[in-house]
C-alpha cells in the first residue's frame, strides 16, 4: 500500500522534472520559433503588398527589397523614427508589438503605431499592420494601401484559431482578393472603410459597393471582426494620412 | 541455461514484432477500436499535415508508454491517471514546441490539433491496458505500432481527399489540367470533415470484407 506522504512527494517530484524539462526546451527552442514568427511577419506584409511569390523560404531577401522605409507613428500622425538601413528587420518598427499598442490605446495611453513603405513597380505602397479580435482568438493581418492612401493595393489576413472553412476563410486568397481595388476614401475625401457585407456587397447601394466586400458565409461573427478592426485601425492612422494624402 | 532463455527475449522476437503490426490491421485503433476519430477527421484534408500528425502521434504514444512503463512499478494506483497524463501532456507539449521551431507552417496548419493530441484516446488507452502491466521495450513497441496504425488511416485518408478535393498530392497537381478543361470539377465535400468520416467508414467496409473475423455479430 501506498502512503499519502509517498503519493504527495511522488506527484511533486514528477510534476518538477516536468516542468523543468518543458522549461528548458523552450528555452532553447525560443529562438528558432522568433525566427519563424519574423519570417511569417514579413511574408504577410509582402503578401499583401501583392508580391505573391513570397514563401518561409524567401521572405528575408524579398522583404529587404521591397521594403524601403519603416516609420514609427505617434497618435497624432507625427514620424517619430525613420528607419531605412538594412537589414529591415531590426527596424523599431518591425519591433512593435501590436497588441500591446492597441491596448495603450484602449486605456488613454501613449501608443506607437507602425508603417511601411514599399517600392514595388516604381509605385509607392504603404503597408499598414492590424490587428483585432475573431470568434476564437485574435485575428491578424495587413492593408496595403496606393500612395494616395485612397486604394486598397492588397490584403492578408490571418488568424489565431477560427474555425477552419468558416471563420478560417478569411485567411484563404478568395477572401482577401476581393479587397483589390477597394477604396477606404469616398469621391468627398471621407472615410468609409472596406466594410465586411453579410449577405454580399450588392446589398449595399450602388455608390458604396466600391467600399464593401462579401462576408463569409457561415463566418458572421469573424466577418464582423474583419470588418471592425479594418475601421479602428484604419481610424487611428487617419492623422497621418491627412497630413500627407 | 534453459531458464535464461526464456528470461531473455530477443529484442524482435515473434511476439514483439506482432505488437507492432497487430494495431495495423487486426487490432487497428480508428477501424477496429474506433479511437481517435476527432483528429483523423480534422488533419487529413491534405497530406502533409496528416503525415506530421501521425509522426506526432506515433512520438508520443511510443515514448509516453516507455515512460509509464519505466514508472509503472512505483506509480501509486489513486493518482495513477495523473501520472499518466503528465507525461502524455509534457510529450505533446515538447511536440508542438519542436514543430513550432522547425515546421512552422506545419504547425500553424495542424493549430490545435497537437494540443489536442493529450485528450487522443489512443495513447491513454494503450498506457492503461499495456504499458502499466508491461516491460518498457514491448510497451515501446506497442505504442509506435499504435501510432503507426493510426498513420495509416490517416495517411490513407488524406490520400482520397486530396486526390479528389483538391486535386494535389503533396501540394503538387496531379489531376492533369486536360482533364479539367473537359469540365472535370474538385469535389469540394471531400475537403470538409463528413467526407472524411465516410472515407473512414469506407476503409472500415473494406477491411471487414477482406476480415470476416471482425465483423460483429
Partial sequence: MYTNRYIFTYAAVLVIVAAALLSLAAMLLKPFQERNIAIEKMRGILTSAQVTEANANNAIPLFNKYITEELVLDPQGNVVNTYT????EDAPAFKIDLKKQYYN???NK??????????????????IPMRGTGLWGPIWGNIALTSDFKTVVGVFFDDKSET???????????FQKQFIGKTIFDDGGKFTSVEVVKGGVQKLPASMQIHGVDAISGGTITSKGVDAMLRNVLKSYLPYIKKNR | MQTEKTEREALFSPKNIKLLTGPLNMNNPITVQVL????ALAVTAKLKPAIVMSLAVMVVTGFSNLVVSFLRNGIPPRIRIIVQLVVVATL????DQLLKAFVFDVSKQLSVFVGLIITNCIIMGRLEAFAMANKPWPAFLDGIGNGLGYGLILITVAFFRELFGSGTLFN????????YNAGYVNNGMMILPPMALITVGVIIWVQRYYNRSLIEK
Fill in chain 1, 164 to 174: 477552419p472553412g468558416l471563420g478560417g476563410e478569411i485567411a484563404k486568397p478568395k
Fill in chain 2, 92 to 95: 505533446v507539449i515538447l511536440v
Fill in chain 2, 36 to 39: 481517435g476519430i476527432c483528429s
Fill in chain 1, 85 to 88: 538601413q538594412s537589414p529591415k
Fill in chain 1, 110 to 127: 501613449p501608443y506607437k503605431l507602425p508603417l511601411y513603405i514599399a517600392q514595388k513597380d516604381g509605385k509607392r505602397i504603404y503597408i
Fill in chain 2, 172 to 179: 503538387y497537381q496531379v489531376i492533369p489540367q486536360s482533364l
Fill in chain 1, 105 to 107: 490605446k484602449s486605456q
